[in-house]
């Protein structure tokens, strides 16, 4: 009698379980487990998204039609494994919507371009502010009256981290 190995007929019949689909096992870290079965019980990230928009100006009739379910890692991560997090100080950049304590959404895939807000460090201290490049010189700029730009020169130790792609605050 052979022993081990895949046996006609053992184990759960395919699509039989909780979500109907078939599986197949996955190594998670310990650490994660709960995170990961609160993810798929609950689909933790899933939120209800209404069709009719809210209008900013004069009220409008409600809709209470749910169109679907939003995921905001979708609208917010373009690149997953090249997609950080940080969280702005300061008061340099209010005038692009970014302010003190905010969360910032960073791709460092993503190509940095003149006018873009990128996060780079410079000579070891990181900085959030628009990229601008105008007759070969490069500069960071802020986005505050009350805020120097930053030219950039040959001897500064520069390192660009990325391209900040959306800006969370709380109201």
């Not at 996955?26 to 933790?44: C, T």
């Not at 979708?74 to 340099?92: C, D, I, M, N, Y």
């Not at 304590?101 to 780079?120: F, P, Q």
Request: contains cysteine; glycine residues 10%.
């Amino acid at each position: 009698m052979s022993r081990g190995g895949k046996r006609t007929g053992a184990g759960r019949p395919a699509g039989g379980g909780t979500y109907g689909e078939t599986t197949r096992p996955v190594r998670i870290p310990l650490s994660q487990v709960d995170r990961v079965l609160r993810f798929v019980r609950e689909k933790e990230y899933a939120l209800p998204l209404y069709a009719a928009g809210v209008s900013a100006g004069f009220p409008s009739p409600a809709d209470d039609y749910v169109e679907s379910a939003l995921d905001l890692n979708e609208h917010l991560v373009r690149e997953p494994a090249a997609t950080f997090f940080v969280r702005a100080q300061g008061e340099s950049m209010v005038g692009a919507g970014i302010h003190d304590g905010d969360l910032l959404v960073v791709d460092r895939s993503a190509e940095i371009t003149n006018g873009k807000v990128v996060i780079a460090c410079i000579n070891g201290e990181l900085t959030v502010k628009r990229y601008t490049r105008r007759d070969g010189k490069v500069r960071l700029a802020p986005e505050n009256p009350a805020y120097k730009s930053l030219s950039l020169h040959e001897e500064d130790d520069i390192r660009m981290w990325g391209v900040v792609t959306n800006v969370i605050h709380p109201l």
